[in-house]
């Protein structure tokens, strides 16, 4: 199809052939006709249109906010004539980006990177990819879609900070049960062996006496779970202070997961991620919030007394912006079901904590602020 180059020169045809046959003006008239021929010449061009397969890769697939992504195109040529050179164009969060193609060999293959941008924390659809092929003068231009799609998880700015606290000593030799995780140290029970077990832990003396090989179940002893909850209504932010909340809440869950506890991560619109044992909940964890966004519609704080658990063994952190303190007001009626309860506010201003009966508060403009304080204030 021409494109507004083309549509220019058409136009112009026009205006001097009519013109130069208007006034008997020949010079007028062969303008006219050099644009034509220019025109039928973009057109036979089209013709030689590359026929093009491609794949696209997303390396890595997650990355924090700000760390390198790559796209990855590897263009085939699969007719029996050489390519011309070419351009593709990516879709990415209404973005575009630019890929120049070499002239291809028949049957011949090439491989090409580009970054994507990961200044946005998001969930991003890559694609459809369109590889356009326009003539020399760039008069008219032919493109094929790819309709594949690759998704790029820009997971939330982390900081290092200290977990949310439990105002317990975690205690290696302390209770255990048969659904603490395997692996650990304090010994729970005797049970028989499985292959794969460690022949290490093998119990020698009930071995002899049952006649069945016995083995040492030993546990990671009972620790205290930790919730970390952020609020997704957006009346107490703004763009700002709720990006900085979703850091600090990614943050908070990373230390709890990389300290060993079992966490649940909650967003007041509902959202839930768990982890059991180490690392295993880092990638659910950081794709939650990946995706988080702040709606007027979200129930915020308000959706604090249905997540509470009939375990008495939990420390709650609730990350959230500047509501109304009426909103607040919800908090120091939770308490009683959790361990600790800590507040981190993110405001656009220097405001001192809330005070709130039996909540550890804290206020913050910046993530950066907030780690600073909050390490602080949990290592006293």
């Known amino acids: ?72 195109i590897t263009l085939t040529n699969e007719s029996k004539r050489r390519s011309p050179p070419i351009l593709a164009t990516e879709q990415l969060a209404n973005r ?28 991003h659809q890559v694609g459809p990819m369109s590889i356009g092929h326009t003539d020399p003068l760039r008069l008219m231009r032919v493109g094929t879609v790819f309709s594949a799609f690759s998704t790029l998880y820009v997971h939330p700015r982390l900081v290092t900070v200290e ?23 304090a010994f729970h029970s005797l049970r028989e062996y499985v292959p794969g077990d460690d022949w290490r832990l093998i119990h020698w003396k009930s071995t002899a006496r049952t006649g069945q090989m016995m083995v040492r179940h030993n546990v990671v002893p009972n620790q205290p779970r930790l ?14 202070t709720f990006e900085s909340a979703v850091s600090a809440a990614a943050s908070l869950a990373i230390a709890a997961i990389r300290g060993g506890f ?24 950081l794709d939650l919030l990946a995706a988080a ?61 809330t005070p709130l009966n039996g909540v550890v508060s804290l206020t913050a403009r910046t993530v950066e602020e907030f780690a600073d304080a909050w390490n602080k204030l949990v290592r006293k």
């Open 1 to 72: 199809m021409p494109t507004r180059s083309g549509v220019a020169t058409a136009v112009s045809a026009a205006v001097l052939l009519a013109l130069g046959w208007l006034a008997d003006y020949p010079e007028l008239i062969a303008l006219g006709f050099a644009a034509l021929a220019a025109l039928a010449v973009a057109g036979a061009w089209m013709v030689l249109r590359p026929d093009l397969s491609a794949v696209r890769e997303v390396r890595p697939q997650r990355v924090s906010e700000g760390e390198k992504a790559m796209g990855v």
């Open 96 to 123: 575009e980006v630019q890929v120049p193609i070499p002239s291809l060999a028949a049957g011949s293959e090439h491989t090409t990177t580009y970054y994507l941008p990961t200044n946005r924390r998001g969930i």
């Open 163 to 185: 977990p949310v606290p439990t105002g317990q000593t975690r205690d290696m030799d302390g209770p255990t049960s048969s659904y603490a995780p395997q692996g650990g140290v």
């Open 227 to 240: 919730m970390v909850v952020l609020d997704t209504n957006s009346l107490g932010y703004s763009e700002q």
């Open 262 to 285: 079992p966490l649940e991560l909650r967003t007041t619109s509902g959202g839930v991620a768990a982890s059991d044992r180490a690392y295993d909940g880092a990638v659910p964890a």
């Open 293 to 353: 966004k702040a709606t007027r519609d979200d129930p915020g704080l308000t959706a604090l007394p249905g997540m509470v658990s009939t375990d008495d063994s939990v420390a709650l952190g609730v990350v959230t912006g500047t509501p109304d303190p009426r909103v607040l007001s919800v908090l120091p009626t939770v308490r009683r079901h959790f361990l600790m309860l800590s507040l981190i506010q993110f405001s656009g201003r220097h405001n001192t904590p």
